[in-house]
T-cell receptor, first 115, second 114 residues
Framework: DAGVTQSPTHLIKTRGQQVTLRCSPKSGHDTVSWYQQALGQGPQFIFQYYEEEERQRGNFPDRFSGHQFPNYSSELNVNALLLGDSALYLC??????????????FGSGTRLTVV | LAKTTQPVSMDSYEGQEVNITCSHNNIATNDYITWYQQFPSQGPRFIIQGYKTKVTNEVASLFIPADRKSSTLSLPRVSLSDTAVYYCLVGDERLTGGGNKLTFGTGTQLKVEL
C-alpha cells in the first residue's frame, strides 16, 4: 500500500539549528499539507502545497517554510529551532481529482525533539 | 471553520457500543462532518464523513440530526484496539476534497478495557 511516507521517523536537534523533514504523498495524491502536533494536543495546520506552490498557511512564523517538487513530494524546513518546536510533525496528502472526499491520508509523522 | 466540542475522555469495555457526541452549533450550510481516529505516535486516520441523517461504513456509523448542530459517532462492539483519540471536524467538503486545512480540537480519548 503506497501510503504517505515521512522521513526521518525521529530527530534530535539543538536550539538554533535548522531541520528538513520529508514527505512522499500517497500514490495518486497531488496535495500535501503539514501539521504540527504537540503532546496532548490535536494537530495544528502549518501549510499546504499544491502545484508546487503554498496554497494556504496557518498561524506559524516564517521560520517554517516548505517546498513541493514536481513528483508531489514535499519538504518542511524549520530554521532557528526553539525548544517549543518539539512536536510530532505530520504530513497529509489528498487529491484534487477525487469526486468524493475520502479524507486526508496522514503519514506516521516525524518526532522532532529540540534540546 | 465551525468550532466543535467533544468530551475529553470516555471509558468503555470490550464488546460494548460506544457513542461519542460532538457539538457544532455554528455549522454552515456547506459544512460536512468528518471523524478521524489517532493512535499514539501515528497520524490521524479518516473514519467516516457525513452531511445529514445517517452514514454507515464497515467500522462506524455517524448520526446527524436534522438541525445538524451535533453529531454522534457510533462504534459497535469496541475492542481493546479501538483505544485511541477520536476527532470531530467540521468543514466545507467542496474545499476539503482538494485540500482545505483541517482544524482539529483536542479530541476524545477513548479507553477500552477488558
Amino acid at each position: 500500500d503506497a501510503g504517505v511516507t515521512q522521513s526521518p521517523t525521529h530527530l534530535i536537534k539543538t536550539r538554533g539549528q535548522q531541520v528538513t523533514l520529508r514527505c512522499s504523498p500517497k500514490s495518486g495524491h497531488d496535495t500535501v499539507s503539514w501539521y504540527q502536533q504537540a503532546l496532548g494536543q490535536g494537530p495544528q495546520f502549518i501549510f499546504q502545497y499544491y502545484e508546487e506552490e503554498e496554497r494556504q498557511r496557518g498561524n506559524f512564523p516564517d521560520r517554517f517554510s516548505g517546498h513541493q517538487f514536481p513528483n508531489y513530494s514535499s519538504e518542511l524546513n524549520v530554521n532557528a529551532l526553539l525548544l517549543g518546536d518539539s512536536a510530532l510533525y505530520l504530513c497529509a496528502s489528498s487529491s484534487t481529482r477525487d469526486s468524493f472526499n475520502y479524507g486526508y491520508t496522514f503519514g506516521s509523522g516525524t518526532r522532532l525533539t529540540v534540546v | 471553520l465551525a468550532k466543535t466540542t467533544q468530551p475529553v475522555s470516555m471509558d468503555s469495555y470490550e464488546g460494548q457500543e460506544v457513542n461519542i457526541t460532538c457539538s457544532h452549533n455554528n455549522i454552515a450550510t456547506n459544512d460536512y462532518i468528518t471523524w478521524y481516529q489517532q493512535f499514539p505516535s501515528q497520524g490521524p486516520r479518516f473514519i467516516i464523513q457525513g452531511y445529514k441523517t445517517k452514514v454507515t461504513n464497515e467500522v462506524a456509523s455517524l448520526f446527524i440530526p436534522a438541525d445538524r448542530k451535533s453529531s454522534t459517532l457510533s462504534l459497535p462492539r469496541v475492542s481493546l484496539s479501538d483505544t485511541a483519540v477520536y476527532y470531530c471536524l467540521v468543514g466545507d467538503e467542496r474545499l476539503t476534497g482538494g485540500g482545505n486545512k483541517l482544524t482539529f480540537g483536542t479530541g476524545t480519548q477513548l479507553k477500552v478495557e477488558l
